[in-house]
């Protein structure tokens, strides 16, 4: 062999072989990937993934995506955190578009997305993987969401799982509107819910691909909700795990009080009401017996009718923030309203009919209320989780 062979083939071997691990873990195999999107998130970052990387277990990872920070995230995370896998983007892909981005590129059985400003104990992956190998069905599964601040206290995100009110607002077991709830073991036993919050959820990487990700028309916010809302469509579950718990901090990319904030979440859940509301009614009405075709038109006539009733309550809203002087709450929401109604997608009758044809009434829909749960909170106070855990959850 000549020294030029010699020194070529050794180029080609540290090439090949002696990529950083960081880049080795994108292509290996692993049980898990927690997956944490930052976006100027270096506070949190330095906060809490010490923690995260003191959980894992020999077949779980942590990879750090990034959605093109400027805080010096990315410097902090090679000087401090080199056993993090970091993935790097040249612009905001928003929530939505940062996940699919990094997640396409893993190969694990599970994925966990989880917020920066999550605080995790020792074990809390543990029974989420546990579940997830015991229950098949399962496509998504959570655990509890108590606040950082206040650790006995459920936390706004997401509670103790997601419900959703005939008019598409959802709630939480542990939160409606903005009362939260103590944590005194009243849901400790696992249970499947409507949705799971996006601060920390588990799914099927399988599941993941096939329903395309999380919809990046979204940006942020209620995404993981129209996910969810997917994945029973599709015949999974979404299980709150109450033996796992993790604390959020909250507000970490957005403020509550933000108008942008407003806007998507106005915008989002129409967007999501669209989408998923017609196949599940009509769902219902097959199940009661009606053919087919007739399933398919009923559901269409009443999704429309509830989403023209949700608009009506939103522009409602939106005069209340004009009387009371909150301009750049009125112009979110009107500019919500008008960005619907600018996009194309429709589900359209074949599309439903090809559902029901696929699922027939093997699909449940577990966590959609009949109530409207924005007068029940108000008539009811402090008493409105009481009354909730009297009534129980609806499945379609």
């Not at 040249?90 to 190969?107: K, P």
């Not at 015991?134 to 206290?153: I, T, W």
């Not at 919500?336 to 829909?365: C, E, P, Q």
Request: proline share 4%.
């Amino acid at each position: 062999m000549t020294a030029g062979t010699a020194i070529f083939c050794l180029a080609v071997f540290f090439i090949k072989f002696a990529e950083p691990d960081n880049e080795r873990r994108y292509h290996s195999r692993m049980k898990t990937a927690i997956v944490i999107l930052n976006w100027n998130g270096k506070k949190y970052l330095e906060k809490f993934i010490p923690g995260v990387l003191r959980s894992l277990g020999p077949d779980d990872r942590l990879i750090v995506a990034d959605n093109a920070s400027s805080d010096g995230s990315v410097e902090l995370l090679k000087e401090r955190f080199p056993e993090a896998g970091t993935m790097l983007f040249s612009r905001n892909w928003g929530y939505t578009g940062g996940y699919n981005r990094a997640l396409m590129e893993l190969q694990a059985e599970y994925f966990i997305l989880l917020n920066s400003d999550i605080d995790v104990p020792e074990g809390w992956i543990r029974p989420l993987e546990q579940w997830m190998d015991s229950h098949p069905e399962c496509g998504v599964c959570a655990p509890k969401l108590h606040s950082c601040s206040d650790r006995n206290m459920f936390e706004y995100a997401g509670a103790a799982g997601g419900l959703i009110d005939r008019y598409g607002y959802p709630y939480c077991r542990g939160r409606v509107m903005k009362r939260v709830e103590e944590d005194r073991g009243q849901y400790d036993t696992p249970e499947n819910v409507f949705w799971a919050s996006g601060a920390c959820l588990m799914i099927r990487s399988e599941l993941y691909r096939k329903l395309g990700g999380l919809d990046e028309k979204f940006f942020a916010h209620m995404e993981e909700i129209d996910l969810c809302w997917r994945v029973q469509l599709l015949g999974y579950k979404v299980t709150v795990v109450p033996s796992s718990t993790v604390y959020h901090v909250g507000g970490g990319s957005l403020p509550n009080d933000s108008p942008k904030k407003l806007y998507l979440n106005y915008r989002n859940n129409l967007l999501m009401l669209r989408k998923n509301l017609a196949k599940t009614l009509a769902l219902q009405f097959y199940k009661d017996g009606k053919s087919r075709q007739e399933s398919v038109t009923l559901g269409m006539k009443k999704a429309r009718r509830t989403i023209f009733i949700r608009m009506l309550m939103d522009g409602a809203a939106c005069m209340v923030y004009l009387f009371t002087l909150k301009w750049s709450y009125c112009k979110s929401v009107i500019k919500a309203h008008h960005d619907f109604r600018k996009t194309r997608d429709r589900v359209t009758k074949d599309d439903i009919a090809a559902f029901l044809k696929r699922s027939g009434k093997s699909v449940s829909v577990t966590g959609m209320s009949d109530r409207w749960i924005v007068p029940a909170a108000l008539f009811y106070g402090k008493n409105i989780f009481r009354r909730l855990m009297s009534d129980g959850d609806n499945s379609t």
